[in-house]
């Protein structure tokens, strides 16, 4: 099975549904997301370009080096956690890292995503994604090194995220089902679930349902029914990577 760490290479945005499948985000098409501008528009989210700060700037010897000054832990991190908002995250991660003395963002660049931070990534519905955070040279500029990696993240509901729109049921479609309960209305429409051939062509970046149905939590599925209107519609998240942590 897929380990969590080989699904999130580093810029790679992923989205944790409420059952802890993984799935691969910005990949729906233009057709698919419902609009013409690209991919998920109304959850975009881009891998955050982090940057480790120093306290106080570096001062020039009379040799000609350089002196970085003291770092201080808390500010780093309240800074790393800022950039990671102006990008639209949440933040970012902390207490995950081995590192002795440190429970900042930064893990170490041997550590990986497993053990108790992949658990709890499986475990809260949100999107995340793998980052490097790039550490400065002696002059204060960037050249490339890096301090570390951390996890940028973005809290969900249980609505929030792709969701598929397996079929939709009106008219005579939605009359015949008028004496069903609904565990055998969710049954009935269940036949229209192709599996990945729905995924496919019914994936869309938000949920299906409008704000007066009512909303029946059927096994996977979420079952929406309108009586005022005459229509049903049954949904259900897209098949997503089963992972472990």
């Not at 207490?95 to 995503?113: A, V």
Request: hydrophobic residues 35%; negative net charge; aromatic residues 12%.
């Amino acid at each position: 099975m897929t380990t969590l760490n080989e699904i999130m290479e580093f810029d790679h945005v992923v989205f944790v549904d409420e059952y802890g499948h993984v799935h691969n985000h910005n990949t729906l098409t233009p057709e698919r997301a419902g609009w013409s501008g690209g991919v998920i528009e109304s959850t975009r989210l881009y891998a955050p370009e982090l940057c480790d700060d120093l306290d106080g700037d570096p001062v020039l010897r009379d040799d000609g080096t350089w002196d970085s000054p003291e770092r201080d832990v808390k500010a780093d991190s309240r800074a790393l956690q800022h950039q990671a908002r102006a990008y639209g995250w949440d933040g970012l991660l902390e207490g995950f890292t081995g590192q002795y003395g440190y429970r900042g963002p930064i893990m170490h660049e041997s550590e990986y995503i497993g053990g108790g931070l992949a658990t709890y990534i499986l475990e809260n519905p949100g999107w995340y994604v793998a980052v490097a955070v790039n550490a400065p040279d002696n002059d204060g500029t960037y050249s490339g090194e890096v301090a570390g990696w951390a996890i940028a993240y973005k809290e969900a509901s249980e609505t929030d995220g792709p969701w598929v729109d397996v079929v939709f049921a009106d008219g005579d479609d939605f009359n015949v089902m008028g004496d069903m309960g609904i565990g055998e209305m969710a049954s009935h429409l269940e036949q229209w679930d192709y599996g990945q051939e729905t995924d496919d062509a019914h994936t869309r970046d938000s949920y299906p349902w409008g704000s007066s149905d009512r909303v029946y939590k059927v096994g996977q599925y979420t079952l929406a029914i309108n009586y005022g209107l005459g229509y049903a519609s049954l949904n259900r998240r897209p098949m997503g990577a089963v992972v472990t942590a």
